[in-house]
């Protein structure tokens, strides 16, 4: 097996609330738990606090420093956020406190080998808005050991490579695999004992009396000696993740660029899920005024279901560009509220005739996105022989109702493709021909329609195909209506074109 580790090591930094009454960019930050500073911005660096003191020893250095207490519910909502962008990589992934270990020897053959899928992972961390440190070893302990001891090497493919560098470990490394107590580590400190190669030449019998079984257990697994069975992650039943940014934001630009960071996290769960979306929503918190706003909730529908995130972002830069902020706006949250099954599309080594499919449809959420789906609209049959009631435009977003046309209003006489709104009276000549830039020649026998007595509109017609001097097949016909021939029996209309 071969494990990539994931390690976030400002994680409690990057939790933070960064709507924090009084939170600035220059302003120096520090997070602490049990008196002892678990992480610290550059500000604060750069006025000598660090990471480990205790809050009394920072403050003595640094007045002005702002302590806030560590989120550990905001924490395990980023580490389950990269751990799904992760998911693109492979389903095996295991969550710990403070990053993600992911078991790939299957995936490497479908990224191209461990470099691809080492260059992915960190793009997809990044991508994340992850600072995170990698290793990469062949066992789960090792790849975790490697990635938060601060070594430099960290990618090891062969076992005996990474025993090796493993000896190389300092022993305070070893709490991130189990708990070190005080006299344990003071122990330690009295034998000498600095490196985990030296802790494990050790007596064995010895090691274990004073120092626990739990360690020379976690040492074992580290070292592939034993099983170290790990419990997989479970993606959520929905789909709901936030990003708070880090300035207020007035324009789309900075919408769209943290939507696009968002996106990742949700392919990573339609792909745990075997799922496609249907339905999309984000919410746009704004900051409050003098008066409370609520939340700006957008919407965006698929034609068809999608797990291609390129176009998702595409859609949403449309959305957001369109859309006019009420106030500014300092966290979104990104939300699934419709998906169906999805086992998605098998490849073929040519396209045949008929698979324009998603093109069509990634061009119809495209307009829909960009001037709304009230204006984009398709053509509904109704069940009427007059050819102006036959149809009728409904909003492309709205399913119900879309029933097929009855045989009665089918017709298998052709069909202009461009109807007339309203039917343009034609001349005729001497010989009672219809005119339209010339004589028309008629090319088809009569297909009279009669109907419409039921609501007070009725029509007969006898509907002719002609042609004129220009070559162009127009839809004519002459009008039946006992009023109309009555007042000119030799009326004609033109009522449409072909395309």
């Known amino acids: 097996m071969l494990w990539i580790a994931l390690h976030l090591p400002h994680l409690p930094l990057q939790a933070l609330r960064w709507s924090h009454p009084g939170f600035e960019a220059t ?19 750069a006025l000598g606090v660090q990471t480990g003191q205790s809050v009394a020893t920072a403050l003595s250095l640094a007045p002005e420093l702002l302590v806030l207490p ?45 470099r691809h899928l080492w260059r992915r992972a960190v793009a997809l961390a990044q991508t994340a808005g992850a600072q995170a440190r990698l290793a990469l070893a062949p066992t789960a302990s090792a790849a975790w050991l490697l990635a938060t001891s ?21 022993v305070a490394a070893l709490a991130e695999l189990v708990p070190i107590a005080p006299r344990q580590a003071e122990l330690l400190q009295a034998l000498g004992v600095q490196r985990v190669g030296e802790l494990r030449r050790l007596p064995r019998a010895g090691l274990q009396r004073r120092l626990g079984k739990a360690l020379s257990v976690a040492l074992d697994r580290a070292y592939g000696e034993q099983p170290d069975p790990r419990v997989w992650f479970m993606p959520p039943e929905r789909f709901e993740v936030r990003r708070e940014l880090l300035q207020r934001a007035d324009d789309a630009a900075v919408l ?15 792909q745990l899920k075997w799922h496609a979306a249907i339905e999309l929503s984000l919410r746009l918190r704004h900051e409050h005024g003098r008066e409370p706003l609520p939340d700006t909730v957008l919407r965006l529908q698929l034609s068809t279901p999608s797990r291609d995130m390129n176009q998702l972002a595409l859609l949403w830069r449309e959305r957001l560009q369109r859309h006019a902020l009420a106030a500014p706006v300092y966290e979104l949250g990104l939300a699934l509220e419709g998906s169906v099954p999805h086992g998605g599309t098998p490849g ?28 984009v609209r398709r053509f509904m049959p109704v069940a009427d022989h007059r050819p102006e009631r036959a149809q009728r435009g409904v909003p492309i977003t709205d399913e119900a109702g879309l029933k097929p046309a009855s045989a009665e209003a089918s017709s298998a006489l052709p069909r202009p493709s461009w109807l007339l709104s309203t039917p343009q009276p034609l001349a005729v000549d001497d010989y009672g021909r219809p005119l339209h830039g010339g004589p028309l020649a008629l090319c088809s026998r009569a297909e009279r329609i009669e109907g419409g007595w039921f609501d007070g509109g009725l029509v007969r017609r006898d509907y002719h195909v002609a042609v004129g001097a220009d070559h162009r097949l127009r839809w004519i016909y002459r009008e039946r209506c006992s009023a109309v021939a009555a007042r000119d029996p030799g009326a004609w209309f033109l009522h449409g074109w072909f395309g």
């Open 27 to 45: 302003l120096a930050v520090a997070v602490a738990e049990q008196h002892r500073l678990l992480g610290v911005n550059r500000a604060a660096r």
């Open 70 to 114: 560590r989120d550990l519910r905001r924490e395990a909502e980023v580490v389950e956020t990269v751990a799904l962008a992760l998911a693109a990589l492979t389903p095996n992934l295991v969550l710990q406190p403070s990053g993600v270990l992911l078991e790939v020897q299957g995936s490497l053959r479908l990224f191209g080998g461990v």
């Open 150 to 170: 601060g070594i430099t090497r960290r990618r090891m493919l062969r076992a005996t490579a990474c025993a090796r560098q493993l000896d190389r470990v300092p």
């Open 256 to 270: 769209v660029a943290t939507v696009e960071a968002l996106l990742p996290a949700l392919r990573g769960w339609l």
């Open 348 to 375: 073929e080594l040519l396209t045949g005739p008929g698979q324009t499919g998603g093109e069509h449809a990634a061009l119809l959420d495209r307009l829909v996105a960009r001037v709304g789906a009230e204006r």
